[in-house]
């Protein structure tokens, strides 16, 4: 009995390191997969910008992370509508960046009164963006993040097998 104790703290903890390397993997995927649908399914609108701005984010620790937000009115066929989101996604928050600046350079290219292409989903034409481009960096990090997650989970409850063969 116990023997077995100390095999079960590294199996609980080789498999809960899986488990959240499955979520975090799953995670990642299905942004991408969001993303890149998004913009299949995007038609083209003609759109005003009304403002710009960078917005922080609190993570709930000492660093703050900024979103672009550019406000913008477009016109579908059927209705005008007023969107905020730059990149594709189910947030406005796909994107965040480490540094105030880093966020001003994505939307030095607005200018309120001015006009841009507005993408926007024909099912749902509230949900609009400006860039169409899947954000590959965040998604490819946790997608990373869980096959190393997964990996080490699976390397610990190995050693446990090996321990005691």
């Given at each position: 009995?116990?023997?077995?104790?100390?095999?079960?703290?590294?199996?609980?903890?080789?498999?809960i390191?899986?488990?959240?390397?499955?979520?975090?993997l799953?995670?990642?995927?299905?942004?991408?997969?969001?993303?890149?649908?998004?913009?299949?399914?995007?038609?083209?609108?003609?759109?005003?910008?009304?403002?710009?701005?960078?917005?922080?984010?609190?993570?709930?620790?000492?660093?703050?992370?900024?979103?672009?937000?550019?406000?913008?009115?477009?016109?579908?066929p059927?209705?005008?509508?007023?969107?905020?989101?730059?990149?594709?996604?189910?947030?406005?928050?796909?994107?965040?960046?480490?540094?105030?600046?880093?966020?001003?350079?994505?939307?030095?290219?607005?200018?309120?009164?001015?006009?841009?292409i507005?993408?926007?989903?024909?099912?749902?034409?509230?949900?609009?963006?400006?860039?169409?481009?899947?954000?590959?960096?965040?998604?490819?990090?946790?997608?990373?993040?869980?096959?190393?997650?997964?990996?080490l989970?699976?390397?610990?409850i190995?050693?446990?097998?090996?321990?005691?063969?």
């Open positions: 009995m116990l023997q077995t104790i100390p095999t079960a703290v590294p199996i609980a903890t080789g498999g390191l899986a488990l959240l390397g499955l979520f975090v799953a995670n990642g995927v299905r942004t991408y997969w969001h993303q890149s649908r998004a913009i299949r399914r995007s038609e083209q609108a003609s759109g005003t910008i009304e403002s710009v701005s960078v917005e922080p984010v609190l993570d709930g620790g000492s660093s703050t992370t900024y979103v672009p937000t550019v406000d913008y009115e477009y016109q579908t059927t209705q005008r509508l007023r969107g905020t989101t730059v990149y594709p996604g189910e947030s406005q928050v796909t994107k965040l960046f480490h540094s105030e600046s880093a966020a001003e350079t994505v939307i030095q290219e607005y200018e309120p009164g001015g006009s841009a507005v993408y926007y989903d024909p099912a749902n034409p509230d949900h609009s963006f400006l860039e169409p481009e899947v954000q590959r960096g965040p998604n490819l990090s946790k997608i990373l993040l869980g096959i190393g997650l997964i990996g989970g699976v390397f610990i190995a050693q446990i097998g090996l321990v005691y063969a």
